[in-house]
Protein backbone atom coordinates (compact mmCIF):
# COMPACT_ATOMS: atom_id res chain seq x y z
CA UNK A 1 0.00 0.00 0.00
CA UNK A 2 2.92 2.45 1.10
CA UNK A 3 4.41 1.65 -2.56
CA UNK A 4 1.26 2.56 -4.26
CA UNK A 5 1.23 5.88 -2.45
CA UNK A 6 4.72 6.94 -2.98
CA UNK A 7 4.54 5.90 -7.27
CA UNK A 8 1.48 8.02 -7.02
CA UNK A 9 3.01 10.77 -5.37
CA UNK A 10 5.77 10.64 -7.65
CA UNK A 11 3.82 10.39 -10.64
CA UNK A 12 1.85 13.43 -9.59
CA UNK A 13 5.04 15.19 -8.63
CA UNK A 14 6.61 14.46 -12.46
CA UNK A 15 3.31 15.73 -14.27
CA UNK A 16 3.21 18.93 -11.67
CA UNK A 17 6.91 19.48 -13.07
CA UNK A 18 6.32 18.98 -17.00
CA UNK A 19 3.28 21.18 -16.61
CA UNK A 20 5.39 23.82 -15.33
CA UNK A 21 7.83 23.80 -17.48
CA UNK A 22 5.56 23.35 -20.38
CA UNK A 23 3.40 26.41 -18.92
CA UNK A 24 6.73 28.26 -18.60
CA UNK A 25 8.05 27.88 -21.81
CA UNK A 26 4.60 28.62 -23.49
CA UNK A 27 4.67 31.95 -22.28
CA UNK A 28 8.00 33.19 -24.19
CA UNK A 29 6.37 32.46 -27.58
CA UNK A 30 5.63 35.19 -30.15
CA UNK A 31 3.68 35.99 -33.36
CA UNK A 32 4.70 36.04 -37.08
CA UNK A 33 4.86 40.15 -38.00
CA UNK A 34 3.68 38.63 -41.47
CA UNK A 35 0.30 37.54 -39.67
CA UNK A 36 -2.09 40.04 -41.45
CA UNK A 37 -5.67 40.69 -40.98
CA UNK A 38 -8.82 42.82 -42.75
CA UNK A 39 -10.39 44.59 -40.01
CA UNK A 40 -14.51 45.05 -40.21
CA UNK A 41 -13.95 48.52 -41.96
CA UNK A 42 -12.17 46.41 -44.73
CA UNK A 43 -8.88 47.89 -43.54
CA UNK A 44 -5.60 45.55 -43.80
CA UNK A 45 -3.27 45.60 -41.04
CA UNK A 46 -0.33 43.19 -40.30
CA UNK A 47 1.59 43.05 -37.21
CA UNK A 48 4.63 44.52 -38.30
CA UNK A 49 2.88 47.81 -38.86
CA UNK A 50 3.29 47.88 -35.06
CA UNK A 51 6.72 46.67 -34.48
CA UNK A 52 8.25 49.03 -31.84
CA UNK A 53 4.25 48.74 -30.10
CA UNK A 54 2.83 47.27 -27.27
CA UNK A 55 -0.49 45.03 -28.66
CA UNK A 56 -3.18 43.60 -26.72
CA UNK A 57 -5.03 41.30 -28.61
CA UNK A 58 -8.16 40.12 -27.32
CA UNK A 59 -10.45 36.83 -28.60
CA UNK A 60 -14.21 37.47 -27.98
CA UNK A 61 -17.14 36.44 -29.21
CA UNK A 62 -20.56 38.12 -29.62
CA UNK A 63 -22.54 35.75 -27.32
CA UNK A 64 -19.65 35.66 -24.88
CA UNK A 65 -21.10 37.48 -21.65
CA UNK A 66 -17.30 37.81 -20.08
CA UNK A 67 -16.99 39.01 -23.02
CA UNK A 68 -19.41 41.75 -22.67
CA UNK A 69 -18.75 42.04 -19.05
CA UNK A 70 -15.04 43.36 -19.84
CA UNK A 71 -15.71 45.73 -22.29
CA UNK A 72 -16.16 48.53 -20.61
CA UNK A 73 -12.69 48.35 -18.89
CA UNK A 74 -11.59 47.50 -22.03
CA UNK A 75 -12.94 50.83 -23.51
CA UNK A 76 -11.29 52.54 -20.55
CA UNK A 77 -7.87 50.59 -21.16
CA UNK A 78 -8.15 52.00 -24.72
CA UNK A 79 -8.86 56.08 -23.62
CA UNK A 80 -5.93 55.58 -20.66
CA UNK A 81 -3.13 54.05 -23.21
CA UNK A 82 -4.17 54.75 -26.77
CA UNK A 83 -2.26 57.90 -27.15
CA UNK A 84 0.80 56.32 -25.07
CA UNK A 85 1.02 53.63 -28.12
CA UNK A 86 -1.13 50.84 -26.74
CA UNK A 87 -2.57 49.14 -29.98
CA UNK A 88 -5.81 46.95 -29.20
CA UNK A 89 -7.43 44.47 -31.32
CA UNK A 90 -10.15 42.92 -30.80
CA UNK A 91 -10.66 39.64 -32.72
CA UNK A 92 -14.24 37.88 -33.00
CA UNK A 93 -14.51 34.73 -33.71
CA UNK A 94 -15.22 32.53 -36.57
CA UNK A 95 -18.87 31.46 -35.66
CA UNK A 96 -19.42 35.35 -35.49
CA UNK A 97 -21.04 36.90 -38.07
CA UNK A 98 -20.08 40.31 -39.66
CA UNK A 99 -24.06 42.06 -38.76
CA UNK A 100 -23.00 40.63 -35.13
CA UNK A 101 -19.88 41.56 -34.83
CA UNK A 102 -20.97 45.50 -36.57
CA UNK A 103 -23.92 45.84 -34.22
CA UNK A 104 -21.59 44.61 -31.21
CA UNK A 105 -19.50 47.60 -31.91
CA UNK A 106 -21.87 50.27 -32.07
CA UNK A 107 -24.05 49.24 -29.36
CA UNK A 108 -21.10 49.44 -27.09
CA UNK A 109 -19.00 51.95 -28.79
CA UNK A 110 -15.80 49.80 -29.06
CA UNK A 111 -13.10 52.35 -30.30
CA UNK A 112 -10.24 49.91 -31.58
CA UNK A 113 -9.62 47.69 -34.25
CA UNK A 114 -11.24 45.34 -34.46
CA UNK A 115 -11.33 41.71 -37.23
CA UNK A 116 -13.33 38.81 -37.90
CA UNK A 117 -11.41 35.46 -38.02
CA UNK A 118 -13.74 34.04 -40.21
CA UNK A 119 -11.33 31.39 -41.27
CA UNK A 120 -9.77 30.77 -37.52
CA UNK A 121 -6.35 31.87 -39.16
CA UNK A 122 -5.68 34.52 -35.94
CA UNK A 123 -6.83 32.30 -33.78
CA UNK A 124 -4.10 29.27 -35.03
CA UNK A 125 -1.57 32.10 -35.33
CA UNK A 126 -1.90 31.90 -31.56
CA UNK A 127 -1.50 28.67 -30.36
CA UNK A 128 -5.38 27.89 -31.33
CA UNK A 129 -7.37 30.02 -29.32
CA UNK A 130 -10.81 28.36 -28.62
CA UNK A 131 -12.05 29.92 -25.84
CA UNK A 132 -13.24 33.29 -25.00
CA UNK A 133 -12.16 35.89 -23.91
CA UNK A 134 -8.58 34.88 -24.26
CA UNK A 135 -5.82 37.96 -24.33
CA UNK A 136 -2.47 38.14 -25.40
CA UNK A 137 -0.07 41.43 -24.51
CA UNK A 138 2.33 41.74 -27.21
CA UNK A 139 5.29 43.80 -26.13
CA UNK A 140 7.19 46.07 -28.63
CA UNK A 141 9.96 43.26 -29.54
CA UNK A 142 6.86 41.02 -30.63
CA UNK A 143 7.34 38.76 -27.47
CA UNK A 144 4.35 37.72 -26.31
CA UNK A 145 4.41 38.47 -22.53
CA UNK A 146 1.23 37.60 -21.48
CA UNK A 147 -1.55 35.53 -22.09
CA UNK A 148 -4.57 35.40 -19.99
CA UNK A 149 -7.76 32.85 -20.38
CA UNK A 150 -11.05 35.00 -18.81
CA UNK A 151 -11.20 37.70 -17.36
CA UNK A 152 -8.15 40.32 -17.45
CA UNK A 153 -6.56 41.68 -14.35
CA UNK A 154 -6.57 45.30 -15.06
CA UNK A 155 -3.76 45.96 -12.09
CA UNK A 156 -1.01 43.50 -13.54
CA UNK A 157 -2.14 44.83 -17.27
CA UNK A 158 -1.40 48.09 -16.23
CA UNK A 159 1.55 46.97 -14.44
CA UNK A 160 2.61 45.68 -17.54
CA UNK A 161 2.07 48.23 -19.68
CA UNK A 162 4.22 50.72 -17.20
CA UNK A 163 7.12 48.54 -17.43
CA UNK A 164 6.71 48.87 -21.15
CA UNK A 165 7.21 52.81 -20.52
CA UNK A 166 3.47 53.84 -21.44
Not at 103 to 128: H, V
Amino acid sequence: MKTNQQRLIFIVIVLTALFVVFWLTSNKQSVSDELSFTDIDNQTHALSDYRGKPILVIFWATDCPGCIQEMPELIQLHQTYADKGLIMIGVAMAHDTPEQIQAMRAARNLPYTITWDNKGEIATAFNNVRVTPTHFLIAPDGEIIMRKIGALNMERLTQDLQSMGI
